[in-house]
């Protein structure tokens, strides 16, 4: 599979890619403030590959992907999707990217229409992308429901009548329903048991492995990431600070901020209380971005030169990248 | 100080009308908290934890469903006899509810600090400006960095994460005696989880706060909860004292659940799923409603539903042929 990998071209080739917000000041409302969500970031992703990416809350992992997607605003960087750059994208190569890419957003309430019922909701996208003939509509519904793990009477509540869970499987659901080449799936587990939650994942891996679906897979939950995702890269305050192959990057960190993440993962074990190390200091600001490395005023290794501009860009060893001054730092 | 647990629930049945007559979406569901205990509540999706919980608040979502039994008892007072302004003296004042979806229980058009403050105003008759030094400072404690300027962001304005934070912050303000919290960290990264993890922890220690923690995460139940209670289909299938449910489940759910773990397995293989498919509440199996699914089922627990009864000491199963003592589950 890697050997095919690398002589083909991307499906998807993020470069340069930053995304910027007007806010609020704090103490002086009127004035409007800068705030950078996403801060020239570089990935790329193959047909049949998984990427995670994994970070901190708020390092702009949400935003990136919407904006990959244009479903959201990009300040700045190229979205090539099979080599159309979709950040100067016309309506028709939007239309190509809609029809060929989906997006399981994280707040699943937020993203269903209240007063569709789930058939309508699912429905509806496999008639806007004429997936099936009117007639079979009911019965596609019905097909994506099961093969998420949802009865199909389901198809006749409103998203009140749903519990966390449900609404966001039908999240998935319509996301399928596109018969997508790229899926961008935003936390699209969190609220599921982990045997429902196993369910959707080995979906996931077949789609993957039967037509090949490319995968962006955003998580907090690092075991997953592990099973899931061939490649994976670590967000922190908009930037990626890290990326490589899952193994290597679980095995051997590079960059001390991914380091402090694999320690915190809690383990199943009732013996072993909740470690009272926590990472040190105040969470950095993206309205207020820190000089040099965003991470050095938590980072425990930390030298003077890392808190010096520019910060550290990404050095490259075999196939793993880290963004951080120090030779050895984990 | 009455020694007694500060929430009792016994029997709580909710209900949703159909043209037939009330179905129960949680049915006879008892449990103790104690002061200053946490109690995790796991279990398969759409099995009614977060209906148990709304139905504690009094806060069903949809006309169509109700309490159709049983009783809650917050201390001294039976919370399904309250009136609805007595109740809503409750609820963030004496409970704090974190829901699961932050976003339909933010106020899209109100900021952040704005409504952390009217909570504070609400339940203490805080100045305008004191509540909102008091909002700005729980920002502070549930790591939403930059808070001074951050509380004048709206909701759409915040990541998943920081949503989460705001609505911790907003159940937290009034420091209640109870908190219950349905899938509080799903959208943290690990470091941050254990931030709010360890301020729940402290706040147990110095307020004696008593928490039902909601979660799928058994990591997370691991570190922070003294007992754990097990749903499925609306039902109690297992109750006890963590290290027995994780180390020692009697209900062969509870026994799927932990072997269903991902694990350390090489990536891109499958992973370990209860075969079949979860009941709906239309269509509820008979007798033990695992039975379906369960490895163990035999013709009786087709017929008859297992009676919730101790298997050991404060560890409680609904199961007719409960995996046995001393077998270790696997992992
Ligand atoms: N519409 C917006 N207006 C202003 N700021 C925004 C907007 N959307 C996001 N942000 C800010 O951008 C930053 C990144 O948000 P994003 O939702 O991408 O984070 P995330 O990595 O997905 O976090 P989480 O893991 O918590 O979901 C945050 O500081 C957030 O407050
Ligand atoms: N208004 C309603 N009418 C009928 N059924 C409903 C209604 N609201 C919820 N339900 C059903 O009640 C059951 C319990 O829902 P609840 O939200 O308590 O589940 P949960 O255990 O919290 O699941 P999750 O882990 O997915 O959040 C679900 O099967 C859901 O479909
Ligand atoms: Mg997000
Ligand atoms: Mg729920």
């Known amino acids: 599979m890697n050997a095919?990998?690398?002589?083909?071209?991307?499906?998807?080739?993020?470069?340069?890619?930053?995304?910027?917000?007007?806010?609020a000041g704090g103490l002086v409302p009127w004035k409007r403030r800068v705030l950078r969500a996403v801060n020239g970031v570089t990935l790329s992703v193959h047909a049949g590959e998984t990427l995670g990416i994994?970070?901190?809350?708020?390092?702009?992992?949400?935003?990136?992907?919407?904006?990959?997607?244009?479903?959201g605003e990009l300040t700045a960087g190229k979205v090539l999707f099979e080599g159309t750059d979709m950040a100067k994208a016309t309506p028709s190569d939007l239309a190509r990217l809609r029809r060929a890419t989906a997006m399981i957003f994280q707040d699943p309430y937020n993203a269903l229409n209240p007063r569709l019922t789930?058939?309508?909701?699912?429905?509806?996208?496999?008639?806007?992308?004429?997936?099936?003939?009117?007639?079979?509509?009911?019965?596609?519904?019905s097909e994506l429901l099961q093969m998420v793990g949802l009865a199909p009477e389901l198809a006749a509540r409103k998203p009140s009548g749903l519990s966390g869970g449900q609404c966001q499987r039908i999240g998935i659901a319509r996301a399928l329903a596109v018969e997508p080449r790229l899926i961008i799936a935003d936390e699209c587990v969190a609220a599921l048991d982990v045997s429902v939650q196993g369910q959707i994942i080995n979906l996931l891996i077949e789609l993957r492995e039967r037509m090949g679906v490319a995968l962006i897979f955003i998580a907090h939950d690092l075991a997953l990431v592990r099973r899931l995702c061939d490649r994976v890269a670590v967000m922190y305050l908009g930037r990626v600070v890290e990326e490589g192959p899952t193994a290597e990057v679980f095995a051997a960190p590079r960059h001390p901020y991914t380091a402090s993440l694999l320690?915190?993962?809690?383990?199943?074990?009732?013996?072993?209380?909740?470690?009272?190390?926590?990472?040190?200091?105040?969470?950095?600001?993206?309205?207020?971005?820190?000089r040099g490395c965003a991470f050095h005023p938590r980072c425990a290794l930390a030298e003077a030169r890392c808190a010096e501009d520019p910060p550290p860009p990404l050095?490259?060893?075999?196939?793993?990248?880290?963004?951080c001054l120090l030779d050895n730092p984990t | 100080m009455s020694a007694g647990p500060v929430l009792s629930v016994r029997d709580l049945t909710v209900s949703v009308a159909r043209d037939e007559g009330w179905r129960p979406i949680v049915d006879g569901v008892s449990f103790d908290l104690q002061a200053g205990q946490i109690l995790g509540l796991v279990g398969e999706s759409g099995s009614g934890k977060s209906m148990t919980c709304r139905a504690l608040m009094r806060l069903l979502p949809g006309a169509r469903l109700a309490i159709t039994g049983g009783s809650i008892r917050l201390g001294e007072e039976e919370l399904t006899a309250l009136d609805e302004a007595a109740m809503r003296k409750v609820r963030?004042?004496?409970i704090g509810m974190i829901f699961q979806n932050p976003s339909s229980h933010l106020d899209p058009v109100m900021t952040i600090g704005a409504q952390i403050a009217e909570t504070i105003r609400f339940h203490q008759g805080a100045s305008r400006r004191e509540a909102m030094r008091q909002a700005i400072e729980v920002l502070r404690q549930v790591g939403i960095p930059d808070p001074t300027a951050r509380a004048g962001s709206y909701p759409h304005e915040f990541s998943g994460g920081m949503r989460q934070r705001a609505m911790i912050a907003v159940a937290l303000a009034c420091q209640p005696k109870v908190l219950i919290a349905d899938e509080p960290t799903t959208a943290l990264d690990v470091t941050v989880q254990a931030q709010i993890l360890r301020l729940l922890l402290d706040l147990r220690d110095s307020k004696g706060l008593s928490i039902i923690f909601i979660t799928h995460d058994l990591g997370v139940v691991s570190q922070t909860c003294d007992s754990i209670a097990v749903m499925y289909g609306g039902r109690l299938a297992e109750l006890g004292p963590k290290r027995d449910i994780i180390?020692?489940?009697?209900?062969?759910?509870?026994?799927?659940?932990?072997?269903?773990?991902?694990?350390?397995?090489?990536?891109?293989?499958?992973?370990?799923?209860?075969?079949?498919?979860?009941?709906?509440?239309?269509?509820?199996?008979?007798?033990?409603?695992?039975?379906?699914?369960?490895?163990?089922?035999?013709?009786?627990?087709?017929?008859?539903?297992?009676?919730?009864?101790?298997?050991?000491?404060?560890?409680?199963?609904?199961?007719?042929?409960?995996?046995?003592?001393?077998?270790?589950?696997?992992?």
């Not at chain 1, 083909?8 to 806010?23: A, T």
């Not at chain 2, 009941?279 to 013709?299: L, Y």
């Open chain 1, 118 to 141: 789930v058939g309508e909701a699912i429905g509806e996208v496999l008639r806007v992308h004429r997936k099936v003939p009117a007639g079979d509509v009911k019965a596609r519904v």
């Open chain 1, 263 to 290: 320690r915190a993962i809690p383990e199943i074990d009732p013996d072993r209380p909740l470690s009272s190390e926590l990472l040190p200091g105040d969470p950095p600001s993206p309205l207020n971005l820190p």
């Open chain 2, 92 to 94: 963030g004042g004496q």
């Open chain 2, 247 to 331: 180390r020692a489940a009697r209900h062969p759910y509870t026994a799927g659940l932990i072997r269903c773990q991902p694990g350390a397995a090489a990536t891109g293989t499958y992973l370990e799923t209860i075969p079949g498919q979860p009941p709906t509440v239309d269509a509820m199996p008979s007798g033990c409603r695992f039975h379906p699914r369960c490895p163990r089922a035999g013709e009786t627990c087709r017929e008859h539903q297992p009676a919730f009864i101790s298997v050991d000491l404060g560890h409680r199963a609904a199961c007719h042929f409960p995996e046995g003592p001393g077998q270790e589950a696997a992992r």
């Open chain 1, 4 to 23: 095919t990998k690398t002589n083909r071209k991307p499906l998807l080739d993020i470069e340069d890619l930053s995304v910027e917000f007007k806010v």
């Open chain 1, 54 to 71: 994994v970070g901190e809350s708020g390092s702009g992992k949400s935003t990136l992907g919407r904006a990959v997607l244009r479903l």
């Open chain 1, 315 to 323: 050095r490259r060893r075999g196939d793993h990248l880290s963004a």
